[in-house]
């Protein structure tokens, strides 16, 4: 606050000193407010605390909301790699009824069938002498 210049004396009048006045200062405890209202003000700030900690660990909240979206990509992940494997069994499946080349090779691998007119030479693995 600035200073207020003195007033000279001569101005002055009666009773009046050369120090100006000055506002009464406020007492330094202010007023206590109603208990009515501090109860509320505290049940105020409790039931945001409650709707903050609900809003990340409740049923629909931060957490869970984060764990189903994982969970849901995991799964959009395994219905992609399904769906390739699906592909892949209809082609395979496409080729077994239509192609003969594919057929006669299924039958030599699984059945061990041979055309006539073959010779069927079987190997076996030998252990070396010691």
């Given amino acids: 606050m600035p200073a207020l210049p003195e007033v000279p004396r001569s101005r002055q009048t009666r009773g009046q000193s050369a120090v100006p006045l000055r506002r009464k200062q406020l007492q330094s405890s202010a007023p ?3 208990l009515w209202r501090r109860a509320l003000n505290y049940l105020l ?4 605390a409650v709707l903050l900690v609900d809003a ?3 049923e629909r909240g931060l957490v ?3 764990r189903a979206q994982r969970v849901s990509d995991e799964l959009d992940g395994q219905v992609q790699r399904l769906r ?3 592909a892949a069994l209809r082609e395979q499946q496409r080729r077994l009824r239509e ?3 594919t057929i006669e090779l299924k039958a030599r691998e699984e059945l061990g069938l041979i055309r006539p007119g073959e010779i069927l030479v079987i190997l076996k693995d030998v252990k ?3």
């Fill in 32 to 34: 206590s407010r109603p």
């Fill in 84 to 86: 390739r494997e699906n």
């Fill in 64 to 66: 869970a909301t984060t």
């Fill in 128 to 130: 070396p002498p010691r």
């Fill in 99 to 101: 192609d003969p080349t």
């Fill in 56 to 58: 990340l660990v409740g």
């Fill in 45 to 48: 700030v409790f039931a945001i």
